[in-house]
Every structure is written in C-alpha cells, then in structure tokens.
C-alpha cells in the first residue's frame, strides 16, 4: 500500500517478479486505500515516511540559518539527521491513524513499526492504543562489525544488547562462554589508533569510530549501531568536531555526510525503477537471494507457527531496564513464539549509561510526544509554545528571540501546511 501510485505499481512489479523468479507462490495485491490494505490484517508494518528527505532538508537549512546546526531535532543522544523527533508530527499522525485503524478492522494484527522516530512512535502506540505493536530496527547488528574488526567470528559469538532505540549498549560478549569484552579492549589499546589514522570511516562505519571507543571508556559499555552516531555535544558541536571524532566525512550525520547518502539515494531510487520498468532485469539476480538481516519475517514465523527465537525488540518496558518507566519502550533481546514475548533478563547496565544516556533521551521522548499532544489537543499556536519550550533548553539557543524566530520560521515550511 502506498499514497504514490506510480511508487505503488513499482513496487508491485518487483515484488511479484520476484516471487516468480524463486519460485514462490506468493499471492501480492497492490491497493492506494490504507483501510483496504488493513482489513483483516494478522501483521502491518508500517515504512511510512511522511513528507521525505526533501522537506526533512529544508528543516535542518532553516533552522541552521537560526543557528542550530543539523536541525533543532539534533539533541544529545539524537543527532541522527532523518530520526527527527520534535518537527515529524506527520509521522506520529500516520501511524495513530493505521493504529486506531488495526483497532477497527484488525483488533487481533499485530503492528510492526519500522519508521523513525521508533522509540517515540512505539512508545506513543503503547499508551495511546490498543494494538500489539512491536518496534524493529537492524542496527544492533554493529556489534557484527565490532567484533570482525577485533578479530572474531560473529558467527561464534553470543551478545546482549539493551537501552532505547538508537541508544543501545552491548551489556555482554562471549565467545565459548568467556568473556569477549578483552578482544575489544585489545584492539583499542594495540590497533584502533593506526586503524583511525589510515582508514577513512565510510557513511554507517560509525561503530568503529573514535567517538565509540570514547563512549565505552566514559560509559563502561561499548555503544552499538546508531548509538554510535549520537552521543552528546562534545561529538558534535561542528563539522571540524565531527571529523575529529568520525574520521574526514564526519560521519553520515554531518553535511558532507548527508550529501553523500542523498546521492547514493538517488542512485538506489534510479536502480528501483530502472528494475521495474525493464522486464528484461532479473530482479532476484539485482537484488540477491541471501537473507538481509532484518527481523520481520523471523518474527511473523515465531508468532504464526511457533517456532521460538531470540530476537532484538522494540517492547514494552515493564521493569526490563530500572530507571526508566515501565510503559516506554525499550530495545532488548525477546523471545517471540505465537503470541508470547519474554524479555531477556539484562546482564549488565551500569548506572553511569542509565543515568548519563538513556535518561536524558527518554527525557527528550517525552519532550517530544508533549510537543505533539500540544498539537493534538491545542492547535499549532500551542506546538509552537511546545516547541520554543524545548529549544530554550537547547545549549545552541542564546536568547528567547532566537528560539520564537526560528520555530515560527520552522511553520512557515510546507510541511506544515494541512495540504502537504
């Protein structure tokens, strides 16, 4: 399902090409009425990406001409440009309405968010409905990447993960039922210093970036995926502070960054269509037959046929992680089979990353579904206040002036027109 119709019809061509193609008799439909495409739904996974990259650009250059570089959603632990939290209202508008939607015509669905901001969406969709939603995101598999570098065998190892989305830690690694943790420490003290002067870190390498390694010696734990990118100020005060801690790019977040990704999305975007439009391109050849990583089929298996796995979850809190509320979602390890999900007990989260990263983010979480239930329930005059509420806790915000101009600048854009 999709608002584009030509996207739709693309996106149509390819899936059922390949189907074909590997011998599936997968029956796919195409509709443009989302009511159409829930009813009777027993999973929906929700990609939606309100307004696109160009209107999340025209964001972060205007309120950089006000002096808040990457964007006013650039905050401390969560510089992730395209993980806006508090000028997405569309996002959170789009999946309270497939939501309240499953609640009508699939009571029993389950949804399975995928679009940022996650751990705000999730959170929202926990308390405001009655759906059984469940957050994915693949960036866990970092710790993949740590251990390659480090020598080891992913393969070989086994991990726990644990915090919010985008603002996860590695709380244990054991290879043979020992400690890992050495061969990290290893590398940093014997190779990562050479590994940082002659490799130039490529958009998402973040895991192997200096500002990690200076995470995990100032928080006891090594940060994983897209935490990584995140951090506080002191990773990201400028460009020359992110080529200070991310290598020459400064990492896909910075501007140069951002050019990057948005020329290989278009390059991508041009592959997609190209590969619909020509019957001759064998699509499973373009697109590969190895599985990608992602979780969601793993898991509509483990629920549907009850074939149990540890999966790496978005789920309610319910005391999984102390310190933060029980009804915001976390990201943990969970075991999935038909409709149970059991949380891994945590190993090891030690205060300083409770109390240093997952409180002030949750902290900002809330900050940001305040701005949108100003919203909701007061009109854009009370977003407004909301929003210039947040920013005069921004260390970028010098005066009050500076925060009322660039918010009002900021709903001036198109995207916050109702027709947009």
């Avoid at 990773?235 to 992110?242: E, P, V, W």
């Avoid at 951002?258 to 041009?270: F, K, T």
Wanted: glycine fraction near 6%; charge should be negative.
């Amino acid at each position: 399902m999709d608002i584009s119709e030509e996207r739709l019809n693309a996106a149509f061509n390819i899936a059922r090409r390949y189907a074909k193609e590997v011998g599936s008799d997968l029956v796919i439909e195409k509709t443009l009425d989302v009511v159409e495409a829930i009813r009777g739904s027993d999973f929906v996974i929700n990609v939606a990406f309100a307004g696109g990259y160009h209107n999340l650009e025209l964001m972060i250059e205007t309120a950089e001409k006000h002096g808040y570089y990457r964007g006013i959603d650039a905050t401390d632990w969560n510089m992730v440009n395209n993980y806006n939290i508090y000028t997405c209202y569309k996002q959170y508008q789009i999946a309270l309405n497939i939501a309240r939607t499953m609640e009508e015509y699939a009571p029993d669905g389950w949804l399975l968010q995928v679009a940022n901001p996650l751990l705000e969406v999730t959170t929202m969709l926990l308390r405001k409905t009655r759906v059984k939603v469940v957050g994915f995101c693949h960036g866990f598999h970092g710790y993949a990447e740590l251990a390659r570098v480090c020598g080891l065998d992913p393969d070989k190892l086994e991990f726990q993960v644990a915090g919010l989305n985008h603002d996860i830690w590695l709380t244990s690694l054991t290879q043979d039922g020992e400690d890992a943790y050495r061969y990290i420490d290893e590398w940093l003290e014997k190779d990562a210093e050479n590994f940082w002067k002659t490799y130039i870190l490529d958009l998402w390498e973040e895991q192997l970036s200096r500002a990690a390694a200076d995470m995990y010696r100032r928080y006891g734990l090594y940060p994983i995926g897209d935490t990584c990118r995140s951090g506080t100020w002191v990773y990201h005060k400028d460009l020359k502070t992110k080529q200070r801690w991310y290598g020459p790019i400064g990492g896909v977040d910075s501007e140069i960054g951002w050019i990057i990704r948005r020329l290989r999305y278009r390059s991508q975007l041009e592959r997609f269509y190209r590969m619909a439009n020509d019957p001759t391109v064998s699509v499973s050849r373009e697109l590969g037959l190895t599985r990608s990583g992602e979780q969601f089929v793993d898991f509509i298996d483990s629920v549907t046929n009850g074939v149990e796995r540890r999966l790496i979850l978005n789920v309610r809190n319910n005391g999984v992680i102390p310190g933060i509320p029980a009804d915001v979602a976390v990201e943990v390890p969970v075991y999935v089979s038909k409709e149970t999900l059991r949380p891994e007990p945590i190993k090891n989260l030690p205060s300083s990353v409770v109390k240093f990263a997952l409180i002030p983010r949750w902290e900002r979480m809330e900050w940001a579904l305040e701005a949108f239930d100003a919203l909701s329930e007061g009109g854009k005059q009370a977003y407004r206040e909301a929003l210039v509420n947040i920013l005069l806790a921004d260390p970028r915000t010098s005066s009050l002036e500076q925060a009322i101009s660039t918010v009002d600048a900021l709903l001036k854009l198109p995207y916050y027109r109702d027709d947009e």
